[in-house]
């Protein structure tokens, strides 16, 4: 002991060694209570290490949706389909009505024709199609083209359409536009096409007077309908007949407007009216000439009344979808509605009767009950039915002849 304390050597290094132990006894202490401070009710001291400060949650990015340089151009038609001849003038909602001649025109060029091929798909909300051309893959509710080819501007060689008669005498009136031409599976088109059944409620009501020249129309749906026309003749004989007829631009939703029936008025201009929404030039004179009959003056049945209108694209969208792969860049769309408001309780024309014998259900529109016959519980020998005189397309779905009775109520062939 007496050693130690001589030897300085030996104090300097215990000196030194007990500066390093508390210099290291100090920062352990220091850093086991950093950033946790003691609650001063309890004395606890938490004995977590702190931690790092949390960096912002980066939200992720949404590319932008891609569209392909071409639009697309689709007009068709819901036609009425009287399945109950019970029904009278406007308190009959068409509850089972045809989708006719939607067609769909693709137009690539004017953006240069860098689309070379797309794929199609229309979808029924409640319903199915029937017939497609070219033809497509029926599944269900769903109708698809897969992999169409765009040829664009090239000219379109004419070939036999025997396979699809109910397209055959309409085919140069659906080619004769500015579209691209289309190419599926050995079938070249400058449109697809497709029919089909579905449920669609008319909830625009007419009651018109033609003594007092005036219709009371009614919009009940919660949409405004466009281009509105009443076609009224209630007279049987067909060729010196009067004819009346009243337009509206708009129908609000909601509202009733009483509109004024002229007598030989000008008809309505489709194809100015499809001009308006966006069409081209002879995709609106196509229309034209194929719906300008059936909408205005529709048969050669001596007595008729017909409402026509025009629905919303937003309220097609709810019915049939249009779906495209790639999607295109603007979808132009429209559907038009023609019903028969056709008067019966008037006790004159070609449906009256006096007894049982006189009435039979009859296809009225000429087809076949293998193609899409329009059954209607009618007076046959008041009928004056010029089928060869009748631009009639049928359908390929088979309506049999209706198995209730068709007899004579009060002077009026009805359904029993």
Known sequence: MASLKNNPRILGIFALAFILLSIVAVYFLMHINEGAPI??????????????PTTPRQTPTIAPRQFADYEVHEWGVIAGCDNNTSWILTSRPEEV????QPVVYIHSSKYGGKVESFSARAVFADGRPTITYPEAQLVGSKA??????ILGEKKLISRATKSLVPLESILSDLNDVEADLLSYNGTDAR?????????????????????????KVTNNFNCDV?????????????????????SLDVLPAGKSIEVKLAETPNYPDLNAKMLSIGFTEKESEAFQRLWQGPFFYPTNLG?????????????VEKLIKLEFDPEPKK?????????????????????????????????TNCCPENAGAYWECVNPSKLKLNCSAIRQMCLQVIRPKP?????CKEGICTAS
């Open 303 to 315: 007595k008729f009344a017909k409402l026509s209108y025009r629905i919303p694209q937003a309220e």
């Open 97 to 100: 009505l045809i989708v006719k």
């Open 39 to 52: 609650d001063d009710d309890s004395g606890y001291v938490p004995t977590t290490s702190p931690q790092p």
């Open 226 to 246: 466009y281009d509105v026309t009443i076609s009224v003749k209630e007279d049987p004989n067909f060729i010196s007949g009067k004819y009346f007829l009243g």
């Open 191 to 215: 449109f697809l096409f497709y029919e089909g059944e579905m449920k669609f409620y008319n909830n625009v009501k007419v009651d018109y007077d033609i003594k007092s020249m005036k219709a």
């Open 403 to 407: 198995e209730t009775a068709c007899v």
């Open 331 to 363: 979808k132009l769309r429209t559907l038009w509605v023609v019903v028969d408001i056709e008067d019966k309780k008037s006790g004159t024309g070609p449906k009256d009767c006096i007894s049982d014998a006189d009435c039979a259900w009859v296809s």
């Open 144 to 149: 698809e083209w897969k992999n169409v080819k």
